[in-house]
């Protein structure tokens, strides 16, 4: 079942611009992962941020956690057009290793 | 991290024959997982496999429909028996724990 939620479905930027996707899930959480998937390939893993943590950068990326909104943001900054792919949160909870993902987001880029 | 190989990337099945997907890791890992993805939507969590033992499903999923091996700790496979149009799906396998690694993906088409 999906845990996460995200929102928007899809987002349409320039490039230059930032791109801010969000996630909602229902239970508590062991941590919150994002994930990247191009043109429906493999997923890449992108930042991991912990139930304890608040806020965790990665380059250009930059991902907060509200535990008590049970919700993540996710911000790409000066956006490329190569950063156009779908974008996914996934959560695990409990003593699981198991992945709950979220609906996730399509993120177009334009030149 | 670890390096996943999975084959076939893609493949096209008459529908009621069935498909193997291997997925070969580099390296020994405690955790395999199989996950599917449907067209436009996001991972759902097949099964967990399990060295040595019987791989665990997740609701909606049976050992019947998806037979799992897992004879060793870098090696698995998944089988999608008496295909349908509606087995049309990535599937993908991610092993664990540590930093998750997914392999390409299989595009499967049942016509």
């Known amino acids: 079942s999906q845990q996460g939620e995200e929102d928007p479905q899809a987002l349409s930027i320039q490039e230059g611009e930032n791109a801010t996707m969000n996630c909602s899930y229902k239970?508590?959480?062991?941590?919150l992962q994002w994930y990247r998937q191009n043109s429906g390939r493999g997923l890449v893993h992108l930042i991991l941020i912990r139930s304890n943590e608040r806020e965790k950068h990665s380059g250009r990326l930059r991902v907060t956690l509200d535990t008590s909104k049970k919700s993540s943001s996710l911000l790409i900054t000066a956006s490329r057009a190569a950063d156009t792919a779908s974008y996914f949160c996934?959560?695990?909870?409990?003593?699981?290793?198991?992945?709950?993902f979220g609906k996730g987001t399509k993120l177009t880029v334009n030149p | 991290s670890a390096v996943i190989s999975q084959k076939p990337s893609r493949d096209i099945c008459q529908r009621g024959t069935s498909l193997t997907i291997q997925c070969q890791v580099d390296s020994q890992v405690t955790m395999m997982f199989w996950y599917r993805q449907q067209p436009g939507q996001s991972l759902t969590l097949i099964a967990t496999?399990?060295?040595?033992?019987?791989?665990?499903?997740e609701s909606g999923f049976v050992i019947d429909k998806f037979p799992i091996s897992r004879p060793n700790l870098t090696f698995s496979t998944l089988t999608v028996s008496n295909m349908s149009p509606e087995d049309s799906s990535i599937y993908l396998c991610s092993v664990a724990p540590g930093s998750r690694v997914f392999g390409s993906g299989t595009r499967l088409t049942v016509v």
């Open positions: 496999a399990n060295q040595g033992s019987e791989a665990t499903y």
């Open positions: 996934a959560t695990t909870s409990g003593g699981s290793e198991k992945l709950v």
């Open positions: 239970t508590s959480i062991n941590n």
